[in-house]
Every structure is written in structure tokens, then in C-alpha cells.
């Protein structure tokens, strides 16, 4: 089964606009955190958000916030007031416990137009 | 206080020949992870090396890839008899401290994308 799964391949929105880019993901640990990454088409990965599984309230950082279900296991990342520079692709990933390695979904493709 | 550092960021090799992709992490950080992206897909994890050792290498190919991580310079990634199928971007990430908390980010470097002709 897919650690993390992102069914939207790519997205569009206007300018100004919010827009909600979904992530669910699986795991029987119940300590865990979600991260989500932005990838421009320069490539490197930039990190904008965390969530960790204890966390009683949803995180924000500026205009990205996570919507986090716990019981759907779902961690939706929200862009409000989309710019031009939010363009790109999205990566929402997973670290279960005390494990090493990050899991990654396949990504969502933003674009946001003028 | 530079970010991770990987180079080259573009390497071009024909099939056979050897791939060697470095990493250097922040500074401070000892702990460095190894993915690799294939086109259209999310990262996938490959090593994870402190200095001088081999933490856990379960998404690495069982031959012609290897990781290192000398005690002094950078992390190498070495990709021995390249195939066509090696061709992707590979990203290197680093932290701090051992991974005891789920909390603990990596920071990513900007990738070196593995062209095999």
C-alpha cells in the first residue's frame, strides 16, 4: 500500500484565489509527522510546512496552512492569496516514529493563473 | 550559513560508464540521506549515512550502487556501469541530529539530475 497518496496530478488557480492541494496517507505508528515540499522547475526542494500526529491544532506558516484529519487520515495543504510564484509542483511526504526516511507522494502540479 | 550543497548539478554519461554525485551538508549537520526522483514521480529513498557509517541502506540497488561518507569531505554517491534507467535527479538531504523524532526535517540540496545517454 502507498505510504502517502496524492490523486491530483496537476491543479489550476487564479491568482488571489485559495486553493486546497490533497494528501492522505496510511500508517498504523501513531507517532508521525507530515511535511509538505514545494519543487520548483528550478528542482530543489524547499520545505514549507509540518504536522505532527500529537498536534492538537492544524499548522500555518504565512499563507500555507495544513488541514489535518486525522481520523481520514488526510493532510490537505492550503495556499491562500495564490501568486505566480506559487507555481509548481507539490510534494506532501511522511516520517512515521523514529524512522530515517521521509515517504514521498507522487506530487501535484500547480499553476496558478494570472 | 550555506544550504547543502550537491554537485555537479548536471552530469552526463554514456551507458558503462560511472556516476560519482557529492554532497556536502550544512554545517553542523552529520546525518545525510540519500533519494532519487525518476521523471514524474516523488523521491524515493535510497541511503541514510552518518560519518564513517551506514545507517540504513534498504532503498539502495543491491549492485553497482554504493554511499559514503568520509569523515572528512563530502558524501559520494557512487553509481558504478550506468544504465538509461539510472537517469533521474538525485537529492540529498541533511539534519542535525539522529532521527529520534518524527518532528526532525531534513534539509534538502538542490539536486544532481543523472543523464545516461
Known amino acids: 500500500a502507498q505510504k502517502i497518496t496524492q490523486t491530483q496530478p496537476g491543479m489550476f488557480v487564479q491568482e488571489k484565489e485559495a486553493v486546497t492541494l490533497d494528501c492522505t496517507y496510511d500508517?498504523?505508528?501513531?507517532?508521525?509527522?507530515l511535511f509538505w515540499y514545494k519543487q520548483p522547475s528550478s528542482g530543489e526542494m524547499i520545505f514549507l510546512i509540518y504536522?505532527?500526529?500529537?498536534?492538537?491544532q492544524n499548522a500555518t506558516e504565512g499563507r500555507y496552512s495544513l488541514n489535518f484529519q486525522k481520523a481520514r487520515k488526510s493532510a490537505n495543504l492550503v495556499i491562500s492569496a495564490s501568486q505566480l510564484g506559487d507555481s509548481a509542483m507539490y510534494f506532501c511526504?511522511?516520517?512515521?516514529?523514529?524512522?530515517?526516511?521521509?515517504?514521498f507522494g507522487t506530487g501535484t502540479s500547480l499553476t496558478v493563473i494570472p | 550559513n550555506a544550504g547543502v550543497m550537491q554537485n555537479p548539478r548536471h552530469l552526463v554519461r554514456r551507458r558503462g560508464q560511472e556516476a560519482r554525485l557529492r554532497c556536502s551538508p550544512m554545517?553542523?549537520?552529520?546525518?545525510v540521506y540519500w533519494y532519487r526522483q525518476l521523471p514524474e514521480e516523488g523521491l524515493k529513498f535510497m541511503v541514510y549515512?552518518?560519518?564513517?557509517?551506514?545507517?540504513?541502506e534498504s532503498g539502495m540497488p543491491k549492485e553497482r550502487f554504493s554511499a559514503e561518507f568520509p569523515k572528512e569531505g563530502p558524501s559520494i554517491l557512487r553509481i558504478q556501469q550506468v544504465v538509461r534507467g539510472d537517469s533521474a535527479a538525485y537529492f540529498c538531504?541533511?539534519?542535525?541530529?539522529?532521527?529520534?523524532?518524527?518532528?526532525?526535517?531534513?534539509?534538502f540540496g538542490p539536486g544532481t539530475r543523472l543523464t545516461v545517454l
Open positions: 554545517k553542523g549537520h552529520s546525518h
Open positions: 549515512l552518518q560519518k564513517e557509517n551506514i545507517i540504513d
Open positions: 511526504a511522511m516520517r512515521e516514529g523514529p524512522g530515517n526516511q521521509f515517504y
Open positions: 538531504a541533511s539534519s542535525p541530529t539522529p532521527v529520534l523524532s518524527h518532528t526532525d526535517t531534513q534539509y
Open positions: 504536522q505532527g500526529s500529537y498536534d492538537q
Open positions: 500508517t498504523s505508528d501513531p507517532s508521525y509527522g
